[in-house]
């Protein structure tokens, strides 16, 4: 066959492989990982956030998201958009600054890194002379003020980065026009704040570690006022109103001091808000005045040190009302955002970024509620057990999805995100599409994935089914006179209550509204989509996959107990019938079939089929090999090894403490030095070298009778004229199980039982475990899923032709012809190229060139992070593109595909990377971010042509009449449109010719 | 002695049973009927006789003497073992373990002593052969150079033992790298070595690098690979069945050699090179390797797993076909014909109905394809109708016989 394969026909296939396949990370969602700076742009309303890992994203409105990385691996330490325009700097760890800009390229924005910069200072200075540590982005736009560590200020012109060095503010300067007897030839320390006066732009204000406070003028190079606070200086703020000066410190007080007048250099107000007892400092001091009169006073920290040391609080004060917000993990940073076009009106929004999540707080409304926010929504509020993607949701029940999340959204503020810079110009994504994921504490999520924002639809917890020792509701919040004024907000709760609830596999009918759910104890919940909370108990099943032999103890966990009286169910999914294996190990494989309303589940002893109209069980079938002990520990033994392993790891890291710590070695450290180096030593002979065993597998591996994979098909299973339903289970050790399935006719459904005895089994020669399952149709298309062909939403499957069955193994793909049993092709992957299946999927993939044309094919991830597609039916490689890092075990075993040739993947346990490898399917940010053209006109002129944005938009509406800035606008209209750039070439050009 | 034997066989067959779930024992071969068919040239004859009282090695030669009137000929006998492999029959204690793995039928072949002797060994009873399939190291023609292996320095007939692993394309590979072959489905020994990371000085164009490569760490006493002798500790991996591990992962190998552990082939660079298969001339090439002058008594080109360790000539699988009983053999599997996994085992619904829990018995999948070794007639193991027909036929009519 190959002999004769013409090179014509390979030419062809390589140019439809690039038709239909093309690989591209597309965006990133949910929360980013190890945030570490927030920055806020008034004027493009735009948030940008910077991580550990130097990646920066910005957010405006839904849709509108950017993502840059820093090539040096540091960590974001600070964020400024330079003000009124398009570019913001970046601070990373390893004090460099970064100049980023949103420009406009064919109608669309990107984010692009345009400079960089390091300051450098006098030779043979000291390396913290130049160490930034604080940076005032100046409204003029033009300069930049950098504060060092070593006190002295730094200016810098932007967007070039040119120093300069005749306007700095040295130490010496600033010593020279303070008075000598207030500052007691102390050491001012670092600059530790930057703030410019909001009514004059040449007076800054320089605050020092030591609590020194400059006031001083640009213009006339000298310091106008000072103000000198006893404590170490944490923050500065600058009122807009009166002219006051807000400064934190370490000992959790805040001072006011009045500015311009001219003996005022004392501290008019000092307060601890929290005092009595030692405070922790006030990192963060805001104060914002509304037209009421009465300010808004912010600030983050100054808890009481002994009592609430621990808790991460922000503080916020108007009138009488004081609110301490709790939040449940370390505040990175928090802004405000103020009403009116101009951002001249009051605070409408508290804007907090904590390790965790994004949090917003309506100031505007009673009681200050959280916004729900439409993006950097935490994934992981309890830890990401698995996930399952649905594609094409019909539309009844999406808005029954929807109408049960709206219920559940009472606490939330009913005000629009406050965000709403840039435009999405995306396209409508073209389905609804679902992506659930499984928590750790027995919650399902349920987020819309159609396009770029993950939008959490509704949440669905288990948690009520069963008993549960942590009934007791922490009532303690809202205690009348507590002090401080506690109030618990963010959803970030990463403490399981029980470990046990945890949902590992999830299958959901879009068609019938049946979810079928199974967690970490061997329970199988069947759930119903319901409108209306209903009362009800759930029907429980015991079901014995040893099959009552005798000998085998689990020593894992105990099942779930249940809840026997009536539990009362809001609106959403509802569980109606639960499964419970026994031994209760982990669930490892789940099916739903809703045709014939059947749900099959297997564990690392066998597989069971349930039928769920009946509620009876109809068949089981144990996998265990009875010498496989390690399928009896339960999870136990595992959590051992984690437990030694950490220990290793600790021992590690201590045994690099000590030799950190031999730089100053002194007496009494010595033998403890020398103790801990016995250990290292003796831990180090414990790692063998890291070596691996090469040998067969054989059946009396353990965890050989695991079940890897469920699957219903309706195929010809006993002889090639009847297709018949039948169920199919793959197992750990290479073993295929096929069941035939008898189901009564559809009146007699409800009373006659389903009856399932084995058919066929097959056990792979190299007996890998069983990843995949797929019968093919007589024209080699996968078999439609249950009820797709009902609504008519795929063409019946051609039973005329011979079936084949699919069986996907870690190492290889072999199809086996139906219904005698014998294998036709293969494809083998791990033998050749040392690579092993970790996931695989159907995708349909349809050509970029023509409407029409389509393929199925199997998607498939390798534990070396590559993706491959394999063309069906005849598994030939198609395309192979390196997706994942291979170290990255987390993310390969989070991947989950959809059905059009995407795929999410954890990049951390908050956030999912989205991928494509279809040309036809791809959602990406495609968005606009435009300058407000009043404000830049005004303000600014024209500086930075190529800065801005092209084309004018509804935005640029209400824009002044004048004269001179219309004709800037159409300068800008006509120079960024690139056909009119063209044209003009092309002109000049031809008076050329 | 005989007794002794079978009864070893038993609790062979215990221990194995132990494992399954139920203690349901499904092998006729306890049955206590052994069921002959032995073929000498083209003639069949098949009888049967009880399993515990079968007498001794010269009473069943000169039985099978009888029953094929071949009186005068001096006879080499043979039978299919259960994994296919064409074994000699030349004394008891071979003739026992013969009867032992029958179940129950025992494929005999007959030869006549001063034929052309028989290759014996594994993969021995294959129809067709194909090439490895090796990439990169072989010339051109190297395959074509079929020629008989010389006989050198012979203690024991090779015939006797079962090959289980063998160098192979000397010829074509530099001295200083060795081929080597393992035959893991001839025996029940694991394949028993260990592969660490470590670094390999490679010739670049660039000059002498250092790169990362892949080493044999460890050897687990009484596995195939020490056994061989032909592996040792600290050996580079060069490539695993024909594919460079240049640029891959410890795992990487790790699962690569998992994958063809069926069957696998290692190029490796010993780290000994005292012992390496020296060229002698260009007639005597061929797929098998002859010992340098200095080579060490300690290493044997082809080792025998039941015989005494003794030197001999090795025996390729290329130079070594024997047809088994080709009536009952199926053509219809040419396709992936170069794989030796395709045994996948597939049982039908009878079996099943029967055996619901009976849990994946310890098959060691055969090739179902060029040789049907059923171990449970009770179980159709997937195969011609024509050829299950014929099975079953035996079987009654050797009921009928025993009777």
């Known amino acids: ?993 | 002695m005989i007794l002794a034997a079978v009864l070893q066989f038993v609790t062979q067959t215990e221990r194995r049973m132990s494992r399954q779930l139920q203690q349901q024992i499904s092998f006729k071969a306890l049955d206590g009927v052994v069921e002959v068919k032995s073929k000498f040239e083209a003639e069949y004859r098949r009888f049967a006789f009880k399993r515990n009282c079968p007498g001794g090695f010269q009473e069943f030669y000169t039985l099978l003497q009888t029953i094929h009137r071949i009186p005068e000929v001096d006879m080499l006998l043979g039978y299919a073992d259960d994994h296919g492999d064409l074994l000699p029959i030349n004394n008891d204690d071979n003739f026992n373990k013969a009867i032992s793995s029958a179940n129950p039928l025992l494929r005999i072949i007959i030869t006549r002593k001063e034929d052309e002797p028989v290759g014996f060994g594994t993969n021995s009873l294959q129809r067709h052969k194909k090439g490895l399939g090796l990439t990169g190291l072989r010339n051109a023609g190297s395959l074509s150079s079929h020629s008989k292996s010389k006989i050198g320095l012979m203690i024991g007939r090779p015939q006797n033992f079962r090959q289980i692993s063998s160098i192979i394309d000397v010829d074509i590979l530099p001295e200083t790298h060795r081929r080597v072959r393992l035959h893991k489905h001839g025996t029940h020994k694991p394949l028993g070595f260990y592969i660490r990371d470590g670094a390999s000085m490679r010739v670049t164009p660039y000059g002498v690098e250092k790169v990362p490569g892949v080493y044999i760490s460890r050897l687990v006493r009484g596995g195939l690979a020490e056994s061989t002798g032909l592996l040792g500790v600290n050996d580079e991996i060069l490539e695993v069945n024909g594919i460079d591990v240049t640029g891959k992962s410890l795992d990487q190998v790790t699962d690569m050699m998992v994958a063809n552990s069926h069957n696998l082939i290692v190029t490796v660079k010993p780290a000994n090179q005292r012992n390496n298969v020296m060229h002698r001339g260009s007639k005597n090439t061929g797929n098998s390797g002859s010992f340098g002058s200095n080579g060490s008594t300690g290493s044997a080109l082809s080792h025998d797993s039941t015989g005494p360790a003794s030197q001999s000539t090795p025996i390729t699988a290329s130079n070594s076909i024997v047809e088994g009983d080709s009536d009952e053999e199926n053509d219809d599997d040419d396709d992936d014909d170069d794989d030796d996994d395709d045994g996948d085992l597939i049982l039908e619904s009878d079996c099943l109905m029967f055996y619901q829990n009976h849990n994946n018995m310890n098959f060691t999948s055969e090739r179902l394809g060029n040789t049907p070794v059923v171990r449970n007639l009770q179980q159709s193991v997937s195969m011609p109708e024509y050829m299950a027909a014929n099975l079953r036929a035996h079987q009654n009519g050797h009921q009928s016989q025993t009777a």
């Open chain 1, 1 to 993: 066959m190959k002999r004769f394969r013409r090179h014509g026909q390979e030419s062809q296939r390589d140019r439809l492989k690039q038709e239909l396949y093309q690989f591209n990370k597309t965006v990133e969602h949910g929360f980013p990982h190890q945030p570490s700076a927030l920055g806020y742009s008034p004027t493009l309303q735009l948030l940008a956030i910077g991580t550990c890992s130097g990646a920066i994203k910005l957010y405006g409105a839904p849709g509108v998201e950017f993502m840059g990385l820093h090539d040096e691996n540091a960590a974001v330490s600070q964020i400024h958009f330079l003000p009124h325009q398009v570019e913001l700097v970046t601070l990373l760890d390893d004090n460099s600054l970064h100049m980023w800009t949103l420009r406009a390229h064919t109608g669309l924005s990107e984010l692009l890194e345009i400079g960089r910069f390091t300051l450098t200072g006098p030779p043979g200075a000291p390396p913290s002379v130049t160490r930034v540590t604080a940076v005032l982005a100046h409204s003029s736009g033009e300069l930049l003020l950098l504060g060092t560590e070593g006190g002295h200020v730094f200016i810098v012109q932007v967007p070039g980065f040119r120093e300069l060095e005749e306007r700095n503010i040295s130490l010496a300067e600033v010593a020279n026009s303070v008075p000598d007897d207030n500052l007691g030839h102390r050491n001012l320390e670092h600059v530790e704040a930057l703030q410019e006066n909001p009514a004059n732009p040449n007076h800054v204000a320089i605050g020092y570690g030591r609590g020194l406070i400059i006031i001083w003028d640009l213009e006339k190079r000298c310091a106008i006022q000072h103000f000198l606070a006893t404590q170490q200086l944490e923050s500065v703020w600058w009122t807009e109103d009166r002219g006051y000066i807000l400064s934190s410190h370490s000992d959790g007080s805040y001072c006011r001091w009045t500015f311009g007048e001219e003996n005022g250099n004392d501290v008019e107000k000092s307060d601890i808000p929290y005092g009595h007892f030692p405070c922790k400092a006030i990192s963060k001091i805001i104060q914002l005045h509304t037209k009421e009169g009465t300010p808004f006073l912010l600030f983050s920290g100054g808890m009481p040190r002994a009592s609430f040391g621990d808790r991460h609080c922000i503080t916020v004060i108007h009138n009488k009302t004081h609110v301490a917000l709790d939040f449940t993990s370390r505040i990175i940073d928090f802004f405000v955002i103020k009403d009116g076009q101009l951002n001249s009106g009051g605070p409408s929004a508290l804007v907090v970024l904590v390790e965790e999540e994004l949090v917003v707080i309506d100031l505007r409304a009673e009681g200050w509620p959280v916004i729900q926010t439409p993006y950097l929504v935490p994934l992981h509020s309890s830890a990401i057990t698995c996930s399952h993607h649905v594609s094409a949701i019909p539309l009844k029940l999406w808005e029954r999805i929807l109408a049960a999340g709206e219920q559940q959204k009472t606490n939330y503020s009913k005000k629009p995100w406050p965000i709403t810079g840039g435009q999405n110009l995306a396209p409508h994504p073209p389905q609804r599409d679902l992506l659930l994921t499984g928590h750790e504490d027995g919650t399902v999520r349920f987020w819309d994935a159609s396009g770029v924002c993950l939008y959490p639809m509704y949440k669905l917890s288990t948690a009520g089914v069963f008993h549960t020792d942590t009934e007791t509701n922490d009532n303690h919040q809202g205690a009348e006179g507590e002090w401080p004024p506690f109030r618990k907000v963010g959803s970030f709760d990463p403490y399981s209550d029980d470990p046990r609830l945890g949902i590992q596999k999830i299958h959901l009918c879009k068609y019938s509204g049946y979810l079928a759910l199974a967690g970490t104890a061997g329970q199988v919940l069947m759930l119903e989509v319901n409108d209306e909370a209903a009362e009800q108990t759930v029907e429980t099943k015991v079901v014995d996959l040893l099959l009552g032999q005798e000998g085998f103890r689990w020593k894992g966990h105990t099942r779930l107990d249940v809840q026997e009286e009536p539990v009362l169910y809001e609106p959403g999914f509802q569980p109606f019938s639960l499964v419970q294996c026994q031994p209760p190990a982990v669930v490892t494989a789940l099916s739903l079939h809703s045709e014939w309303k059947l749900v099959a589940y297997g564990t690392s002893h066998g597989f069971g089929l349930f039928d769920y109209q009946q509620k009876m069980n109809v068949f089981i079938k144990c996998t265990l090999n009875p010498s496989d002990h390690l399928a009896m520990e339960g999870p136990l033994s595992r959590v051992k090894s984690i437990k030694k392993s950490l220990r290793h790891s600790f021992r590690r890291i201590r045994h690099s403490r000590v030799s950190l710590r031999k730089q100053h070695v002194n007496n009494t450290a010595k033998l403890q030095e020398a103790n801990a180096h016995l250990e290292a030593e003796l831990s180090k002979t414990e790692l063998a070298p890291i070596q691996r065993k090469v040998e067969a597998r054989s059946s009396d591996d353990s965890f050989t009778g695991l079940v890897r994979i469920l699957y219903f098909a309706d195929t010809f299973l006993s002889d090639s004229s009847h297709n018949t339903p039948s169920l199919w289970a793959g197992t750990n050790g290479g073993c295929v199980y096929a069941i035939i399935l008898r189901l009564p006719s559809v009146e007699h459904r409800t009373d006659e039982p389903i009856t399932a005895h084995p058919e066929k089994e097959i056990q792979l020669m190299h007996r890998a475990p069983v990843v995949g399952l797929i019968v093919l149709d007589g024209h080699g298309s996968p078999l439609p899923e249950p009820l797709e062909v009902a609504h008519d939403l795929a063409c019946s499957p051609d039973t005329q032709g011979a079936h084949h069955l699919v069986v996907v193994s870690e190492e290889q793909f072999k199809v086996f012809t139906l219904p005698k049993v014998s294998a036709k092709m293969k494809l083998k992957l791990t033998a050749i190229d040392g690579s092993r299946i970790r996931r695989v999927g159907v995708a349909w993939f349809g050509s970029s060139q023509s409407e029409h044309y389509g393929e199925s094919g199997l998607v498939v991830l390798t534990n070396q992070g590559d993706l491959h597609v394999v063309s069906l039916p005849g598994v030939k490689l198609q395309v192979r593109f390196p997706c994942i890092r291979k170290e990255d075990v987390s993310g390969i075993a989070s991947c989950v595909f959809t059905k059009h040739g995407q795929g999410f993947y954890l990049i951390s346990p908050s956030e999912f990377e989205r991928f494509s490898l279809s040309t036809r399917c791809l959602v990406e940010p495609r968005c606009l971010v435009e300058v407000p053209l009043d404000l830049g006109a005004s303000i600014q002129g024209v500086k930075k042509l190529d800065g801005y944005l092209s084309a004018l938009s509804e935005t640029s509406q209400e824009f002044q009449n004048s004269d001179s800035s219309a004709r800037c606008v159409m300068e800008h209209a006509l120079l960024n449109d690139e056909e009119v750039l063209q044209e003009i070439q092309k002109s000049l050009e031809g008076d050329h010719v």
